[in-house]
């Protein structure tokens, strides 16, 4: 209790305490001025992202220092409040649980860098592309949602940097910087699936090819960071049968932000070569009456199949 008493009356006695406020004021001051002309040197000529980082790194250095130096402007001296000051830290951190989780995530994604200001990501159900990191949360502008194929919806999502520990955070713009995407396209059985797979083989190569030398340079810079392996970065179309026709698909390389625009280039490239060939027709979910005496394969009609069934051993009576 002496200790309190002394803390307070250090603190809160007439000359003191103006001589406290008074330095406090100055070191404000003084921080203050130092950032405004340190951001007006580094800022000059810079571009938006650059300008973003700067204003981060800077306010990261200059804030922590001027608390630490008005922390020993107010308790310098003070030889008998290390006992008071690790009770009301304890409590602190009982009551402050979540902020200083969020603090422990703020400093692990400066560390680990699982992710920066421009990276598409997604955090448990949220994705989108991180606009702003600050030391309690970092923002998001949404993607997806109610709007198909990752298209921005306009709103700012504000996510605590706790969650980083606790979900699982998937980086579009990590690795190679690219991502795969498919396209299935499913034609009727009595179309041509060779033709049409040669098709969209030549459409997929037509749109894929160029990025595929360049995601080649980008994996091998990855690899030294991540083990990240392809066999193979060009496209290719995959054949598998489904219950009404069978599916080609085709899968390609295609940068983050622009998988909508590469699948409508794709699909439109499609949808004008197969109105080109008369032997090639989409298929869908139908209801169809299949009457095998006519429209099955030969072999498997009623007649082949009781003209290929061996006789029936014949019967003999004892006499």
């Known amino acids: 209790m002496g200790d309190l008493t002394t803390l307070r009356d250090q603190l809160f006695s007439g000359q003191i305490l103006e001589s406290k406020v008074f330095y406090s004021i100055l070191a404000i001051v003084f921080f203050w001025l130092v950032r405004r002309i340190i951001l007006i040197v580094l800022l000059r000529g810079r571009d938006v992202q650059v300008q973003y980082r700067i204003r981060k790194t800077v306010a990261y250095i200059t804030y922590p220092l001027a608390f630490l130096v008005i922390g020993r402007i107010w308790f310098a001296g003070f030889q008998a409040v290390s006992t008071y000051l690790g009770l009301l830290s304890a409590g602190l951190a009982i009551a402050l649980q979540a902020p200083l989780v969020n603090l422990a995530g703020w400093a692990f994604i400066l560390w680990r860098q699982p992710l920066k200001v421009g990276d598409r990501i997604q955090l448990g159900d949220d994705r989108g592309d991180v606009i702003d990191q600050r030391i309690f949360m970092f923002s998001l502008m949404e993607i997806g949602n109610w709007v198909d194929s990752d298209q921005s919806t306009g709103r700012v999502i504000h996510i605590p940097n706790g969650k980083i520990f606790t979900d699982v955070l998937a980086n579009y713009s990590q690795g190679f910087q690219y991502i795969w995407n498919e396209i299935p396209v499913l034609v009727t059985f009595e179309s ?46 995959y054949t598998t049968v489904k219950d009404c026709g069978v599916m080609l698909t085709i899968r390609y390389l295609c940068e983050p932000r622009k998988r909508r625009g590469s699948e409508q280039e794709i699909w439109e490239d499609i949808l004008d070569a197969f109105a080109a060939h008369d032997d090639i027709d989409f298929a869908y979910p139908t209801q169809r009456y299949y009457h095998n005496d006519t429209e099955g394969k030969p072999g498997t009609r009623p007649e082949a199949i009781y003209a290929s069934a061996p006789p029936a051993p014949s019967k003999t009576s004892e006499e």
């Open 192 to 237: 041509d699936w060779r033709k049409a797979k040669q098709l969209l083989d030549e459409i997929a190569q037509r749109h894929g090819t160029s990025l595929s030398d360049s995601a080649a340079r980008k994996l091998r810079e990855a690899a030294k960071k991540f083990m990240i392996f392809y066999s193979k970065l060009t496209p290719v179309v």
